[in-house]
């Protein structure tokens, strides 16, 4: 997955590198910040895989701003799918929920946003761990191509992208290193 | 995966991603809403041709709980009792659109010849005194769970905030150690229970909880090596013959302790050491697992009396006291106080026997999801 080339596509180009991905997440960080006046009522819930490791830095870096912990959770969302019978059989990862979610704002965090249905299914899921007072959206890349009316309040970076290209987020804690990238794959 | 007819239908992988699932799903039940959609608009009747109380209601709420419209039909007062065969009455209902069977029929084999007739996947709840693969699989839940709780013991996971920068979190399910760091992810047993006002931040409690209770140990195999003495009335349980047949997959070593009238025929085959000396096969068990004499199937003359009965294969107190540490005690239930079991073991801190119950819901969930999550059937 994390192969420098695709064995039939051209090679991914790096769109972003370590610092303008640092660069983005604090500004994000940021901004939930002054959209939410303070993180009292902040709840951040990564989306698996890489929404959860994004999360842990937002959540780190408002921590930093703020002083004091951020509530931060996991939340799966494999049951919710609306491809679930069209694929094999899914691993069920683990939700964790930091406490009780009702009358909180709830940051989903996601790396990439594209169809909108891994959102759809987040929200079906929250729906059934509480009412939150407020629901945000943040990624860290927009690349359009929206299927459902979805659209994220916090954006790292929207790019142009087509259809058949693939968008990576790459994270230090899983890929080795900060990066964002494009790639075409070939049609074999 | 089209059928659960026998523990052996499942492979390594597919019984450790059974397990695996099964721990996701024990949390829904702590949740306020217990509701996973993952099979809405699937049908599963639970067609129990035997008086059954914990298993039918435990797979009645797991298909419930996945969105399943779950049907229960009882043999008594159904058409079964007018004189139809087994065959016409599964027919009928096939006929009908149902997805899949969970059923319960008192001659060994009945579910295996029913997955032959229709076209629904079959799940086998018991068959006689042959096998019932769920129970099994959850005994295994509640062994493994108990096998991580001693792996994680002896490493206290001290929560202190490290001043460390380099923060990961563990991949959720897949699990690594990993140092602390400054923000928490809470282990959602404790966190969905404590219900924690709005206003209240959570304290600096700063430790990355494992995803699951040692869960480092994902890849190695939780049950190498574990000894698993499987004691009483083996002649009519179908839960022994799964619980051997799932373990020879999983790779706990199992002895077979029973009274030389109570040893089904063919036993010698199934490949694990039988014995009459329980206090020989107790000193090394980590698990112990006491079947129920079952009263019922028993015309007499298999054993003098109860009272001798609980003297050479019951675990009594002294026994209780024999073994070793961190041993632990299942018992598939219902459990007859005073003969195989004394209500000192069957109550005692290191009594799996609630939790074995406790998984009953969240592995039968994790049975169905796994045979009727997807089209493509296959795992993975």
């Given amino acids: ?188 | 995966m089209r059928h659960l007819l026998s523990a052996a239908d499942l492979s390594f992988a597919e019984a450790t991603s059974i397990l695996d699932v099964a721990v996701e799903m024990q949390q829904v039940q702590s949740r306020p809403v217990k509701k996973l959609p993952a099979l809405r608009g699937r049908t599963v009747v639970n067609i129990f041709f035997e008086d059954s109380t914990r298993t039918r209601t435990s797979f009645e709420i797991a298909g419930k709980w996945l969105s399943a419209d779950t049907i229960n039909v009882s043999a008594k007062g159904s058409s079964v009792s007018k004189g139809e065969s087994l065959r016409d009455t599964m027919m009928t209902l096939d006929a009908m659109g149902v997805d899949a069977f969970v059923i319960r029929h008192s001659s060994s084999g009945a579910a295996a010849q029913v997955a032959s007739w229709v076209k629904a996947q079959v799940i086998n709840a018991g068959d006689g005194q042959h096998e019932h693969p769920t129970q099994a699989l959850l005994d295994a839940y509640a062994m493994r769970q108990h096998f991580r709780r001693l792996a994680t013991v002896p490493e206290p996971q001290a929560p202190i905030p490290e001043p460390d920068e380099g923060s990961t979190t563990p991949e959720p399910g897949e699990g690594s150690t990993t140092p602390g760091s400054r923000t928490t992810i809470p282990e959602p047993d404790e966190g969905s229970t404590t219900p924690r006002s709005r206003t209240t931040i959570p304290q600096p409690q700063a430790t990355i909880p494992e995803p699951d209770e040692g869960s480092q140990a994902a890849d190695k195999n939780d049950f190498t090596g574990k000894k698993i003495a499987i004691v009483g009335d083996l002649l009519h349980s179908r839960v022994v013959r799964s619980n051997v047949l799932l373990q020879r997959t999983l790779g706990g070593q199992v002895t077979l302790v029973a009274p030389p009238t109570l040893l089904p025929t063919g036993v010698e085959t199934w490949g694990c050491p039988v014995t009459g000396d329980f206090d020989a096969a107790l000193a090394d068990a980590d698990i112990v697992m006491m079947l129920r004499v079952q009263r019922e199937r028993m015309a007499g003359g298999f054993f003098p009396t109860e009272r001798e009965y609980a003297e050479s294969y019951g675990l009594t107190e002294a026994r209780l006291a024999a073994l070793k540490p961190g041993a632990a005690i299942c018992h598939p239930g219902p459990m007859n106080r005073g003969v195989e079991i004394s209500s000192a073991a069957a109550d005692a801190a290191n009594s799996l026997v609630l939790e074995q119950v406790a998984a009953g819901v969240a592995v039968r969930m994790s049975v169905l999801y796994h045979l009727l999550g997807s089209d493509e059937g296959a795992l993975k």
């Fill in chain 1, 1 to 188: 997955m994390t192969d420098a080339t695709d064995q039939h596509g051209e090679a991914p180009r790096v769109v972003a590198d370590a610092p303008e991905l640092a660069r983005s997440l604090a500004r994000m960080a940021h901004q939930i910040l002054e959209a939410n006046r303070g993180a009292d009522d902040l709840v951040l819930l990564g989306i698996p895989t890489r929404g959860v490791q994004l999360a842990r830095r937002l959540a780190d870096l408002i921590a930093e701003i703020e002083g004091r912990p951020v509530r931060l959770g996991v939340l799966d969302i494999t049951m919710y799918r609306d491809d679930l019978r069209a694929n094999p059989t899914r691993r069920v990862g683990r939700t964790s929920i930091p406490g009780r979610i009702d009358d909180s704002i709830v940051v989903l965090v996601d790396d990439v946003l594209y169809s909108g249905r891994t959102i759809a299914a987040a929200i079906d899921a929250l729906r059934d761990l509480g009412r939150p007072r407020a629901v945000r959206l943040a990624v860290l890349v927009d690349r359009g191509h929206r299927e459902l009316p979805i659209a994220a309040d916090h954006v790292g970076r929207s790019m142009q992208t087509a259809a058949d290209e693939r968008v990576q987020v790459l994270l230090a804690e899983l890929d080795g290193r900060d990066e964002v990238t494009i790639s075409r794959p070939g049609r074999s």
